[in-house]
Nanobody
Framework: QVQLVESGGGLVQAGGSLRLSCAAS????????RGWYRQAPGKQRELVAI???????VYADSVKGRFTISGDNAKNTVYLQMNSLKPEDTAVYYC??????????WGRGTQVTVSS
C-alpha cells in the first residue's frame, strides 16, 4: 500500500508560479508511471502530466511549455513545477502513481487557485 500526500498548492496571481510536491510513503521507483491530474469545479478529472518508468513525459496541450513534471527517486517524491499560471489552471490537483497489476494510487489533492 502506498500513500500519497500532495502539498504546495495555494492562491497565486495570474503569471505566477507554484511547485507541487507529492510524497509517497513507500518506494515508487518501479512505478509504471507517476503523474498529476486536476479537476476543476463541474468538470471531469483530466491528465496534466505524467512521467513513465523510463522517463518519458507527457503533458496536456494546455500546459505544455508552462508545467514541468519531475521525480526524485531517493525521496519518493514527484514534483510539478507550474509557471505562467492562468485562471483556467484553477483546480484541485491530484497525484497518481500506477504500480501496475491493478495497483493505482491517488492522493487527496491540493487546491490551486489562480486569480486574474
Amino acid at each position: 500500500q502506498v500513500q500519497l500526500v500532495e502539498s504546495g498548492g495555494g492562491l497565486v496571481q495570474a503569471g505566477g508560479s507554484l511547485r507541487l510536491s507529492c510524497a509517497a510513503s513507500g518506494s515508487i521507483f518501479s512505478a509504471n508511471s507517476r503523474g498529476w491530474y486536476r479537476q476543476a469545479p463541474g468538470k471531469q478529472r483530466e491528465l496534466v502530466a505524467i512521467i513513465t518508468k523510463i522517463g518519458i513525459t507527457v503533458y496536456a496541450d494546455s500546459v505544455k511549455g508552462r508545467f514541468t513534471i519531475s521525480g526524485d527517486n531517493a525521496k519518493n517524491t514527484v514534483y510539478l513545477q507550474m509557471n505562467s499560471l492562468k485562471p483556467e489552471d484553477t483546480a484541485v490537483y491530484y497525484c497518481n502513481v500506477n504500480m501496475g497489476a491493478g495497483f493505482d494510487y491517488w492522493g487527496r489533492g491540493t487546491q490551486v487557485t489562480v486569480s486574474s
